[in-house]
């Protein structure tokens, strides 16, 4: 009953790695994607002219759009070092330890009952010593 019950929670922790897998993935191509957006933006906001006829109201908004650039590239690279690359980790570790965890199981229940049986086999002894030591007492005391 304990085996059946493991085998699901196996089955389960098997399905949600994979389901974590495919987020960690996701999440990578998040950040990829903004990595590509702020570039996007440093290189039209670079291109805009620098020259005095350019009104200080778009020179302002340039530079917004450079700090906005900035922190997306600031924003995908945590994204992708302290989130993404950590959960794959720790989803690859689960994927390839959940299967053993079963085996491992069988091994240890195998190897238990293996004991148990030994243990009973010297306690019969232990039994029939103990049975033949009385009955050479009372032939004795006779």
């Given at each position: 009953?304990?085996?059946?019950?493991?085998?699901?929670?196996i089955q389960?922790?098997?399905?949600?790695?994979?389901?974590?897998?495919?987020?960690?993935a996701l999440l990578y191509d998040v950040s990829t994607f903004c990595d590509s957006y702020s570039?996007?933006?440093?290189?039209?906001?670079?291109n805009l002219p620098a020259s005095s006829t350019v009104s200080s109201q778009l020179q302002g908004t340039n530079r917004s759009l450079q700090t906005f650039s900035q922190k997306m590239q600031t924003f995908?690279?945590?994204?992708?070092?302290?989130v993404s690359k950590p959960l794959h980790s720790s989803m690859q570790a689960m994927?390839?330890?959940?299967?053993?965890?079963?085996?491992?199981?069988?091994?240890?229940?195998?190897?238990?009952?293996?004991?148990?049986?030994?243990a009973l086999r010297e306690r019969e002894k232990y039994l029939k010593v103990v049975q033949e030591a009385d009955e050479a007492i009372i032939k004795l005391q006779r």
């Open positions: 009953l304990h085996g059946s019950g493991l085998q699901l929670v389960r922790t098997t399905k949600l790695t994979k389901a974590d897998l495919q987020a960690s570039q996007s933006i440093q290189r039209v906001s670079g995908a690279s945590k994204l992708r070092t302290n994927t390839e330890t959940a299967p053993h965890i079963h085996q491992r199981y069988i091994e240890t229940r195998q190897k238990a009952e293996k004991t148990r049986n030994q």
